[in-house]
């Protein structure tokens, strides 16, 4: 029986795990889409930061420029603004051509390039880097947990091993002796009238009507049965596909430890990344505050006097460098949190990102 079933089985099992490789595939590629969304945004904070940084450098030149004018500065003292202003100018081009490429990526992946009036449309992007509600807190021992339960990788990878197993206990059956039993049992009906072979006189008349009654009527019945018995002495063939599937079975479980072992270290990587991304982002915070008093300090001195505008000019990149550095640290946040998404498979954190979790393997708040 089970040899006659085998076949059926595998090709359930085998079912299972290429839907099981289905779904994984498409939990990548939308971790892929979502990873080119941030990197689109990240993209466009960091022009925005460029062309505020120009701003400022524009009003330096004006203000220096008016100043040399009325003769409060020297000639030699405007070209620290006019070179400042230049460098910033090539840091917006140099934006501006990142936010096309990040675009153009975005567009490539979800297939916009493919419709000549959707190509050219401008991409709405919805979500902002900053963090909205409380951030995420995340328990590694339940986020391990519900990411061995729900991978879809690890249920591939166990089909598979059902598969060998299915394959090997199916060879063990070929080394077998083989018996078979089978039977029969018919009725038959006689037609056709019957006469005497002596005298040529007729003895029955007959029909199709009496062949049906006899058929049916088992007046004419008939049986029997064989059993047969098949042994075969060293079955090359079934020692060989015996061998086959138990390499096959060890290889399987070998792929199997290694898919665990990778989603732990993915989940592990993913727990500390966002750990590591909250605390950079708190820092990052700090730096800008603390950026933008110095660049007011420094500000008010220049007005007084007391400073030359070197030190406006410095304290204004370093608001610039301050603010790209708290936008890494915030798109760092939503990726990481991407990241811890696609490590448990919470399909729900990464198709729905205006939806926010107080804790991640525990109560939802939104």
């Known amino acids: 029986m089970f040899a006659n079933t085998a076949a059926l089985i595998v090709a359930r099992r085998g079912l299972a795990q290429s839907r099981a490789g289905f779904e994984a595939l498409v939990s990548d590629a939308i971790l892929q889409v979502v990873n080119q969304y941030w990197s689109a945004v990240q993209a466009r904070g960091n022009l925005d930061v460029s062309r505020e940084s120009l701003k400022l450098a524009e009003t330096s030149y004006?203000?220096?420029?008016?100043?040399?004018?009325?003769?409060?500065?020297?000639?030699?003292?405007?070209?620290?603004?006019?070179?400042e202003m230049a460098a910033r100018h090539v840091q917006v081009i140099q934006s501006e051509y990142a936010v096309t490429q990040a675009e153009d990526v975005l567009r490539l992946t979800i297939g916009l390039n493919q419709d000549s009036q959707l190509r050219d449309l401008p991409l709405e992007l919805t979500e902002k880097p900053e963090p909205s509600g409380e951030l995420i807190n995340a328990n590694e021992e339940e986020l391990l947990a519900k990411a061995l339960s729900g991978r879809r990788e690890l249920e591939a990878a166990t089909a598979a091993v059902d598969i060998d197993g299915t394959n090997i206990r199916y060879a063990h059956n070929l080394l077998h002796p083989d018996l078979n039993l089978t039977g029969f049992y018919q009725s038959n009906g006689l037609g056709g009238k019957q006469y005497d072979l002596t005298t040529g006189q007729l003895i029955s008349p007959g029909g199709l009507g009496s062949s049906f009654g006899q058929l049916f009527g088992f007046g004419y019945p008939g049986y029997g049965g064989t059993l047969t018995l098949n042994w075969h002495i060293k079955n090359r063939a079934a020692q060989a596909n015996l061998g086959?599937?138990?390499?096959?079975?060890?290889?399987?479980?070998?792929?199997?430890?290694?898919?665990?072992?990778?989603?732990?270290?993915?989940?592990?990587?993913?727990?500390?990344?966002?750990?590591?991304?909250?605390?950079?982002?708190?820092?990052?915070?700090?730096?800008?505050?603390?950026?933008?008093?110095?660049?007011?300090?420094?500000?008010?001195?220049?007005?007084?006097?007391?400073?030359?505008?070197?030190?406006?000019?410095?304290?204004?990149?370093?608001?610039?460098?301050?603010?790209?550095?708290?936008?890494?640290?915030?798109?760092?946040?939503?990726?990481?949190?991407?990241?811890?998404?696609?490590?448990?498979?919470r399909a729900r954190l990464v198709s729905c990102p205006d939806r926010r979790t107080n804790e991640v393997g525990g109560k939802t708040r939104r």
Do not use: C, W
């Not at 009325?70 to 405007?78: H, T």
């Not at 660049?295 to 608001?319: C, I």
């Open 62 to 83: 004006n203000r220096d420029k008016r100043a040399l004018e009325l003769g409060a500065l020297g000639p030699l003292d405007i070209y620290r603004s006019q070179s």
């Open 244 to 345: 086959t599937a138990l390499v096959a079975r060890t290889r399987d479980l070998y792929n199997a430890r290694q898919t665990q072992e990778a989603i732990t270290r993915e989940v592990s990587d993913a727990v500390h990344q966002l750990e590591e991304a909250k605390l950079a982002m708190d820092a990052g915070k700090a730096s800008m505050d603390l950026a933008q008093k110095s660049l007011a300090a420094d500000q008010r001195k220049y007005e007084l006097g007391a400073e030359t505008n070197f030190f406006v000019l410095d304290s204004q990149a370093s608001v610039a460098e301050s603010q790209l550095v708290l936008l890494q640290t915030q798109i760092n946040y939503q990726l990481a949190r991407v990241a811890l998404s696609h490590a448990t498979r």
